[in-house]
């Protein structure tokens, strides 16, 4: 009898997930790693759910296995290029017939299976689980180009915990910040995928996080966790003007103009016309630098403005003429001042509505109240 197991010792156990689900539910969200091997084509899927609506189980059910055992030797031929050791995971939507059919056959032909119990819907549950489970979190803030992602891959390099947000969004968080990167996953997939990384940090250290906004692009961060990110303490990151236009022009540098060209024109009207235009003409006349000058205008404006709008707890690091080794250094040395001062899990202590006095009483270095750059795309 193949095993079920709960999420839990499902996604640690070995063998590799097959997710027998149609290819178009796969598409939509799916466990990390694992494979698509559907029992039935989006079409096939269909006529099965039409002929249920229509006629009811019994008949759908003959439809299903006479359009599945064609299929069942091919089934078991894929599984073994798949899965070399005959040891597999297998799940469908609910734990139901399509996961029960694909074990038992997988089973007869000599392997191991293990069946996800309620299937891909409580993994989904899981992941909403996780996601609200609190960690001690410090969030990198700074204007657009003052290096963060560099900066949270040497955090991680030193051995810190890091959620990148924009790496699983696949978008940097700007008009240009899907350019030069894959498509975006689908929203449910983001979570997916946070919530495994979330899954895997520990609760007794710091997390970093980049200051982002409720959206990355189109895929949106989970309501509980952006909770937790907006009463965290920032340690912003300062730079010179000049570093944060060679930093952009190291990550824009080499885009096809064309694309710079239409995310710089959906920037009109927050830009304005004649800015717009100018930055536009400065793409085209291969002058980087000064059209990365003239929209630096417009996300500073913004990056300011938000500043008034929501104020937490900020301490600020200048980084210009620093190496990232040199900034991680400094960055470490800060939080650990935070949490011997005030433990990092007690989040709350830095939102809005936190005991003034207390936030008075932290003095690391030159603090002062800051808003994350929900505009930055570095």
């Known amino acids: 009898m193949p095993k079920t197991l709960p999420i839990a010792d499902f996604l640690i156990a070995p063998g590799a997930i097959l997710d027998v689900r149609s290819p178009a539910e796969h598409e939509q969200g799916r466990m990390a790693g694992a494979i698509s091997f559907p029992l039935f084509s989006n ?12 006629q009811g189980r019994d008949e759908a059910v003959e439809l299903g296995l006479s359009i599945v055992g064609p299929k069942l030797a091919s089934f078991v031929v894929q599984a073994k290029v798949l899965a070399p ?12 017939m399509r996961s029960g059919s ?12 293990a069946v996800l119990d309620h299937g ?14 609190p960690k001690p979190i410090v969030t990198l803030g700074g204007m657009t180009g003052t290096g963060k992602t560099a900066i949270l891959q040497a955090l991680r390099a030193r051995g810190e915990q890091v959620l990148d947000l924009e790496h699983l969004a696949s978008h940097r968080g700007s008009s240009y910040g899907s350019l030069g990167l894959p498509p975006q996953p689908s929203t449910e997939q983001f979570e997916n995928l946070l919530a495994m990384e979330w899954g895997k940090l520990a609760d007794d250290r710091p997390v970093w996080i980049e200051a982002e906004s409720h959206m990355i692009g ?9 909770q937790h990110m907006v009463a965290a ?16 022009l190291d990550d824009y540098g080499a885009v096809d103009r064309e694309q710079l060209l239409s995310a710089t024109a959906r920037l009109k009207k927050r830009l304005g016309g ?26 500073d404006k913004a990056y300011r403005y938000d500043l008034k709008r929501r104020q937490v707890f900020m301490d600020s690091i200048n980084a210009t003429g620093l190496s990232d080794v040199e900034i991680v250094a400094m960055l470490v040395e800060r939080s650990r001042l935070l949490d011997k001062q005030h433990s990092l899990k007690d989040v709350e202590l830095f939102s809005t509505s936190a005991n003034p006095s207390r936030l008075s009483a932290l003095s690391v270095h030159q603090s002062q109240t800051f808003s994350p750059d929900l505009t930055a795309d570095r």
């Open 85 to 96: 050791d005959r040891t597999v995971r297998v799940h469908c939507w609910r734990g139901g």
């Open 218 to 226: 189109s895929c949106r961060v989970p309501d509980a966790l952006f």
């Open 102 to 113: 694909m074990a038992w056959l997988l089973e007869t032909a000599g392997f191991q299976v």
């Open 120 to 133: 891909y819907k409580g993994f989904r549950h899981w992941v909403h689980a996780t996601l609200t489970e």
């Open 233 to 248: 303490p920032i340690l912003q990151i300062e730079r010179s003007r000049q570093e944060r236009i060679n930093l952009l």
């Open 43 to 54: 079409e096939e899927r269909a006529q099965v759910g039409t002929c249920y609506k229509q």
């Open 274 to 299: 004649e800015r717009t235009q100018q930055a536009i003409d400065f793409i085209r006349d291969d002058n980087l630098p000064a059209a990365i000058d003239t929209v630096l205008d417009y996300y």
